[in-house]
């Protein structure tokens, strides 16, 4: 059977239209994908994009307070980082303090390509956001963080 949204989209019946991970994981996926096409061309993934992005933002860090900031699994935060460091866009930066760590820090090309990159994300952000009118992006927003 096929359903029509508010919004006058069709879309097939799941089973599943009132689970919470379901809507989030679809609403995710469109997010991820505007993104995507609007970074396509720097070569960069969406979630290399918010690596550089809080690194820019909120500047040098370890790679484990890196993947916390950005809500990645630390087993996936080396891949993600090795990656970056490839593509020029971060250097890493042994400090000999207590265990030691690699302090993670934009390069000159990272920050130029993040510059371009952080109004392309508020672009995606604020589509993905379009159904809505602003008081509900506010409640939107203050909502899924209640729910982090």
Request: proline fraction near 4%.
């Amino acid at each position: 059977m096929v359903k029509k949204n508010e919004n006058n989209k069709e879309n097939e019946e799941s089973g599943l239209e009132n689970q919470v991970g379901h809507l989030l994981r679809r609403v995710f996926h469109k997010a991820r994908n505007r993104m995507q096409k609007k970074i396509s061309d720097t070569g960069l993934s969406p979630m290399q994009t918010s690596a550089l992005t809080s690194l820019r933002k909120k500047g040098p860090t370890s790679q484990n307070k890196l993947g916390r900031r950005i809500g990645m699994e630390p087993g996936n935060v080396h891949g993600l980082v090795d990656r970056l460091l490839k593509k020029g866009m971060i250097t890493s930066e042994y400090v000999n303090e207590g265990p030691g760590l690699h302090i993670l820090n934009l390069t000159d090309d990272g920050r130029e390509v993040v510059d371009k990159v952080i109004p392309l994300g508020l672009e995606a952000n604020l589509e993905t956001l379009a159904p809505l009118n602003a008081k509900e992006q506010e409640k939107f927003i203050e909502y899924l963080r209640r729910l982090l």
